[in-house]
T-cell receptor, first 111, second 112 residues
């Protein structure tokens, strides 16, 4: 499997703080995506960044991609209790038209 | 409303009793996929389908079958379930296989 790996596995922050999680992968990608999963529910797509892009924003989310280091980061600014969830990166590799998901980062936002 | 539906949502069964989990989408997507999610392992792809009558194995296909006779439906079949198939299963669809995927609500399966 060519799945990406997230880091850290778990993160606990205070409401209002920023949360940063990282994803590393091993081979060339077409794009990299981030998804959110609330406890036991279906995954929800957050953002897609293509291999020729370096940074993307969506509301309080900021995603960066460094293809030279084969890594991406997801930053959630001014976190809220509702951001408590698991976050997954998914990589679409250049030689394989499937998505491979990592094991996820569990984020807990404390009130 | 764009939807991916799965049935049943919860199922407890016994070893060896054939079962089918249905997946249906109303987005006219060509690409559909099944994943299983286990603690600490993330999502692993079981099977996928690029279009009607076109299916292929994912990373963990053993013990599963699929069919794609119509564009909107992509059932997952467990011919002889075993306890190691106890898991949370998700169906997903996409207009293009490697773009944004839309997930169903999940089916929690327990095999005793």
């Amino acid at each position: 499997s060519q799945q990406g790996e997230e880091d850290p596995q778990a993160l606990s922050i205070q409401e209002g703080e920023n949360a940063t999680m990282n994803c590393s992968y091993k081979t060339s990608i077409n794009n990299l995506q981030w998804y959110r999963q609330n406890s036991g529910r279906g995954l929800v797509h957050l953002i897609l960044i293509r291999s020729n892009e370096r940074e993307k924003h969506s509301g309080r989310l900021r995603v960066t991609l460094d293809t030279s280091k084969k890594s991406s980061s997801l930053l959630i600014t001014a976190s809220r209790a509702a951001d408590t969830a698991s976050y997954f990166c998914a990589t679409a590799f250049s030689n394989d038209y499937k998505l491979s998901f990592g094991a996820g980062t569990t984020v807990t936002v404390r009130a | 409303e764009a939807q991916v539906t799965q049935n049943p949502r919860y199922l407890i069964t016994v070893t060896g009793k054939k079962l089918t989990v249905t997946c249906s989408q109303n987005m006219n997507h060509e690409y559909m996929s099944w994943y299983r999610q286990d603690p600490g392992l993330g999502l692993r792809q079981i099977y996928y389908s690029m279009n009607v009558e076109v299916t292929d194995k994912g990373d963990v296909p053993e013990g599963y079958k699929v069919s794609r006779k119509e564009k909107r439906n992509f059932p997952l079949i467990l011919e002889s379930p075993s306890p190691n198939q106890t898991s949370l299963y998700f169906c997903a669809t996409s207009g293009i296989s490697y773009n944004e995927q839309f997930f169903g609500p999940g089916t929690r399966l327990t095999v005793l």
